[in-house]
T-cell receptor, first 114, second 113 residues
Framework: SQTIHQWPATLVQPVGSPLSLECTVE??????LYWYRQAAGRGLQLLFY??????ISSEVPQNLSASRPQDRQFILSSKKLLLSDSGFYLC?????????????FGNGTRLTVT | DQQVKQNSPSLSVQEGRISILNCDYT??????FLWYKKYPAEGPTFLIS?????DKNEDGRFTVFLNKSAKHLSLHIVPSQPGDSAVYFC????????????FGQGTRLTINP
């Protein structure tokens, strides 16, 4: 069965520090991969998605970047965190072959920028 | 621009009764709709979906209704159980290839014993 791992679960970082969140998927090949963010009191916002190694699409202009160095690895990064980067970050995957396959989410990372 | 809206931030229902969660959307290009359930400190889990060619989809205690003319969908849970207490998100996607879901703000459902 497929599993998705996301770490760390919680993170407290000072403003201006770098960020690296990692997500890996097991049990599937060629997944579509996604990074979502949930800000306080708001819905989930798509930040990045990837349909293959090295292929990243950004949905909103922001202080963050994403990379996909391997088929089942997706990384969310920032060189200098802002206070507004605080939120709940979720990695997700979906099958590549079925347009309407649902997203499967990891357990998320709670990021607090102080 | 909030394309998917859940106007009720919270809902409280008695155990055994029906829970009805509502969702409205504005983008007529959306053709696939999903409901996710989220417990605290966990990621959302997929619950049920519906394609725009249908107006109803049922899975056990969960039924999703779609009214395309009103751009409205609802999730019915019957009978409601304490384990159904969670935040429920509706989401929609259109003909955009990869699963670029647009999510609502969520509704916190509390089932009272």
């Amino acid at each position: 069965s497929q599993t998705i791992h996301q770490w760390p679960a919680t993170l407290v970082q000072p403003v201006g520090s770098p960020l690296s969140l990692e997500c890996t998927v097991e049990g599937t090949s060629n997944p579509n991969l996604y990074w979502y963010r949930q800000a306080a009191g708001r819905g989930l916002q798509l930040l990045f998605y990837s349909v293959g190694i090295g292929q990243i699409s950004s949905e909103v202009p922001q202080n963050l970047s994403a990379s996909r160095p391997q088929d089942r690895q997706f990384i969310l990064s920032s060189k200098k965190l802002l206070l507004s980067d605080s939120g709940f970050y979720l990695c997700a995957w979906s099958g590549w072959s079925s347009y309407n396959s649902p997203l499967h989410f990891g357990n998320g990372t709670r990021l607090t920028v102080t | 621009d909030q394309q998917v809206k859940q106007n009720s931030p919270s809902l409280s229902v008695q155990e055994g009764r029906i829970s009805i969660l509502n969702c409205d959307y504005t983008n007529s290009m959306f053709d696939y709709f999903l409901w996710y359930k989220k417990y605290p400190a966990e990621g959302p889990t997929f619950l049920i979906s519906i394609s725009s060619i249908k107006d109803k989809n049922e899975d056990g205690r969960f039924t999703v209704f779609l009214n395309k003319s009103a751009k409205h969908l609802s999730l019915h849970i019957v009978p409601s159980q304490p384990g159904d207490s969670a935040v429920y998100f509706c989401a929609a996607s259109g003909n955009q290839g990869a699963q670029k879901l647009v999510f609502g703000q969520g509704t916190r459902l509390t089932i009272n014993p």
